[in-house]
């Protein structure tokens, strides 16, 4: 049973450009999470989608983030115009999504991105 | 807002001792709180979770404790091994809303051979 994978795992870019970033989370995973790790610092939550409902984006730090999920399948965050703060590691994770208690998160390798 | 910090920021200690890594949150209105660790280069690995109603849970030589009142969480590793050396981080769930996790800045382990 594959994890969840993350593309590309590493990203160069130069500021001002877009980049698109994708997980596919685990099969029959309802629920997908990204999240942020600027060097030296916690995760960051930054967007869930669970099923058909409307993703909940209260973590995106700015309108130049967005996220699509086809589905309950592959996700893809875009984030437009990077700059330079926009440097982390994106970690995907999904997780069945039933059962508020007991539901565990698994994680994807990440994607690291370097705004120059 | 839910504020989760680890002290030590890091920590090494000789192969085969005991160590325990502290937690603590300040809002005890969650769900269940998980410990993972963090490889260089690899992801989050979930290593015990453990429910809101529930006082502590084990697996092999880890085992967890929750005070849910105190805010306050830590992981006990038995006889540390080598491999044992990576970041762990704890992270909680909130009571109410989506399941978004809010995590800790973590404890970087080494243990010396």
């Known amino acids: 049973g594959a994890g969840v994978s993350q593309s590309p795992s590493n990203k160069v870019t130069e500021k001002g450009k877009d980049v698109e970033l994708r997980c596919d989370p685990i099969s029959g995973h309802t629920a997908l999470y990204w999240y942020r790790q600027r060097l030296g610092q916690g ?3 930054l967007i869930y989608f669970q099923g ?7 973590g995106l ?5 967005s996220a699509e999920r086809t589905g309950e399948s592959v996700s893809t ?3 437009q115009r990077t700059q330079q703060e926009d440097s982390a590691v994106y970690l995907c994770a999904s997780s069945l999504g039933r ?3 007991t539901d565990t998160q698994y994680f994807g390798p990440g994607t690291r991105l370097t705004v120059l | 807002k839910q504020e989760v910090t680890q002290i030590p920021a890091a920590l090494s200690v000789p192969e085969g001792e005991n160590l325990v890594l502290n937690c603590s949150f300040t809002d005890s209105a969650i769900y269940n709180l998980q410990w993972f660790r963090q490889d260089p280069g690899k992801g989050l690995t979930s290593l015990l979770l453990i429910q809101s109603s529930q006082r502590e849970q084990t697996s092999g030589r880890l085992n967890a404790s929750l005070d849910k009142s105190s805010g306050r969480s830590t992981l006990y590793i038995a006889a540390s091994q080598p491999g044992d050396s990576a970041t762990y981080l704890c992270a909680v769930r909130r009571m109410f809303g989506n399941e978004k996790l809010t995590f800790g800045t973590g404890t970087r382990l080494t243990i010396i051979p």
């Open chain 1, 77 to 79: 965050l875009t984030i």
């Open chain 1, 43 to 45: 995760l960051e939550f």
């Open chain 1, 61 to 65: 730090p700015s309108d130049r983030f």
């Open chain 1, 52 to 58: 058909n409902s409307a993703p909940d984006k209260s």
């Open chain 1, 99 to 101: 059962g508020w208690l």
